[in-house]
């Protein structure tokens, strides 16, 4: 019923930059926090940044270097990445919190992953 769909994802040089999009559509009537997480081979899925209507917050490995922020009328969050560095090599996956017209609330929203690769 909800679709997070991703794109920007690629490779890199160490210190360029990247922006990764992830478009909410589906039976959504409101959708409170969304984030961006990633996953590095061999490691666990970590909260990179996440932001709400008053807030965003950060990981602090990408504090200063990444941006996020989003367009609530195109249930859409974007995340801004400048000085990238190798360790940044993960696949990034978008999250919401979506409320349903029907009053359902759920977390558990996760777009497919966009591979993202930092060459030194």
């Known amino acids: 019923q909800v679709q997070l769909v991703e794109s920007g994802g690629g490779l890199v040089q160490a210190g360029g930059s990247l922006r990764l999009s992830c478009a909410a559509s589906g039976s959504i009537f409101r959708v409170h926090a969304m984030g961006w997480y990633r996953q590095a081979p061999g490691k666990q899925r970590e909260l990179v940044a996440e932001?709400?209507?008053?807030?965003?917050n950060y990981a602090d490995s990408v504090k200063g270097r990444f941006t996020i922020s989003r367009d609530n009328a195109k249930n859409t969050v974007y995340l801004q990445m400048s000085s990238l560095k190798s360790e940044d090599t993960a696949v990034y996956y978008c999250n919401a919190d979506i409320t349903h017209y029907d009053g359902r609330r759920s977390r558990d929203y996760w777009g497919q992953g966009t591979q993202v690769t930092i060459s030194s």
């Open positions: 932001i709400t209507s008053v807030v965003a």
